[in-house]
């Protein structure tokens, strides 16, 4: 039982590079999202899913997409990265009966 | 969108000693979660506590909805407890900024 994973750990972009941030989860949760944290302050919320094919955005959604075609994956795709991008990206999975979030290691990724 | 500020932004403590952590917000809520972050970045869900008080082991949460604030109170604290808490709120779980404690031996 892995909980929830992220990968890759580490990623180091130049502007205008696009990637994927993987988010998996083994624990049956209905709801997932992401959440971007910045030196020194608390997390905000990208994007959220409460269910396949159901996503919505959350408080800082630009430059961000997503999709959910499984219950288990939700990545965040970065089209254009930008430097503003920088940051360390978390994953956070909950039960629609549960309500205490989970969260994945963090991927740290920098945008030169 | 809901205001969260925590207090106080820093605090140091020595190992046995005792803390309260505060977070206030701007509006009704019926989601408050207490989190802890440890030094290698880790989250960890402390509470979920819309309302009333919880404890489990050496933290205990209370949390008055009507006037708006949470604490967050740590026993005979240990140098494990180190790291930043952070308190968030509302379906769109906006997080405060964070209250870093740092325990020392």
């Known amino acids: 039982n892995a909980g929830v994973t992220q990968t890759p750990k580490f990623q180091v972009l130049k502007t205008g590079q696009s990637m994927t941030l993987q988010c998996a989860q083994d624990?049956?949760?209905?709801?997932m999202s992401w959440y971007r944290q910045d030196p020194g302050m608390g997390l905000r919320l990208i994007h959220y899913?409460?269910?396949?094919?159901?996503?919505d955005q959350g408080e800082v959604p630009n430059g961000y997409n997503v999709s959910r075609s499984t219950t288990e994956d939700f990545p965040l795709r970065l089209l254009s990265a930008a430097p503003s991008q920088t940051s360390v990206y978390f994953c956070?999975?909950?039960?629609?009966?549960?309500?205490?979030?989970?969260f994945g290691p963090g991927t740290r990724l920098t945008v030169l | 969108g809901i205001q969260v500020e925590q207090s106080p932004p820093d605090l140091i403590l020595q190992e046995g000693a005792n803390s309260t952590l505060r977070c206030n917000f701007s509006?009704?809520?019926?989601?408050l979660q207490w989190f802890h972050q440890n030094p290698w970045g880790q989250l960890i869900n402390l509470f979920y506590?819309?309302?009333g008080t919880k404890q489990n082991g050496r933290l205990s949460a209370t949390t008055v909805a009507t006037e708006r604030y949470s604490l967050l109170y740590i026993s005979s604290s240990q140098t494990t407890d180190s790291g930043v808490y952070f308190c968030?709120?509302?379906?769109?779980?906006?997080f405060g900024a964070g209250t870093r404690l740092t325990v020392k031996p």
């Open positions: 509006d009704s809520v019926n989601n």
């Open positions: 506590i819309p309302s």
């Open positions: 956070a999975t909950w039960s629609k009966t549960g309500n205490e979030q989970f």
């Open positions: 899913s409460v269910g396949a094919g159901i996503t």
């Open positions: 624990m049956n949760h209905e709801y």
């Open positions: 968030a709120v509302g379906g769109d779980m906006r």
